[in-house]
């Protein structure tokens, strides 16, 4: 049971362009986590939300956290080459272990 | 400050070998897992421990096993590797449970012919 859908899969943009990737599930979350991933590497943890409603933005990343608990968006400001990579959302609960979605594939051409 | 360090880096077995994949952590992190990943699965949980002396099974635990004699260190074994095990392999480590976020290892890339 997939309990993380992401969308979209794949994304290839332009440099300068803005995107928005979604996580959405069922379940209420106690945190929802965001990680990149580059290739040949391990995922690198962006950011961590715990409350409903919540924003935090690191640079030209905006991630929010449903008021619900159980959805999260990441927004991306005028995208760079940098920014390609695969990109992941993870929900937990305390005393337990994340669960992970199929990720977002983002590609953003010069 | 080297974090979660796997080895090795790329692996290639026969049908039937047996092998372990090595992890270590420095940070002190009480929670240690093990995840495969493929293409169009995402990261999928296999073991993982709470401390060292504890160990359980995630979602695809059927020909693995793993043990945490020290808080540093956490093997995955591979018992009689068949074709179905090749994936991309992440140890991950975090401070008590997954709420903090996960520190994870490079990866072994593993292929079993």
């Known amino acids: 049971t997939q309990l993380l859908e992401q969308s979209p899969q794949f994304l290839s943009i332009q440099e300068g362009e803005n995107l928005t990737v979604y996580c959405n599930s069922s379940s209420v979350f106690s945190s929802l986590q965001w990680y990149r991933q580059e290739p040949g590497e391990g995922p690198v943890l962006l950011v961590t939300?715990?409350?409903?409603?919540e924003v935090k933005k690191l640079k030209r990343l905006t991630f929010q956290f449903g008021d619900a608990r159980k959805d999260s968006s990441l927004h991306i400001t005028a995208a760079q080459p940098g920014d390609t990579g695969l990109y992941l959302c993870a929900g937990g609960f305390r005393g337990s272990r994340l669960t992970f979605g199929e990720g977002t594939q983002l590609t953003v051409n010069p | 400050n080297a974090g979660v360090t796997q080895t090795p880096k790329f692996q290639v077995l026969k049908t039937g070998q047996s092998m372990t994949l090595q992890c270590a952590q420095d940070m002190n992190h009480e929670y240690m897992s093990w995840y495969r990943q493929d293409p169009g699965m995402g990261l999928r949980l296999i073991h993982y421990s709470v401390g060292a002396g504890i160990t359980d099974q995630g979602e695809v635990p059927n020909g693995y096993n793993v043990s945490r004699s020290t808080t540093e260190d956490f093997p995955l074994r591979l018992l009689s590797a068949a074709p179905s095990q090749t994936s991309v392999y992440f140890c991950?480590?975090?401070?008590?449970?997954?709420?903090?976020?996960?520190?994870f290892g490079s990866g072994t890339r593993l292929t079993v012919v």
């Open positions: 939300v715990v409350t409903g409603g």
């Open positions: 991950a480590s975090s401070r008590t449970d997954s709420f903090y976020g996960y520190t």
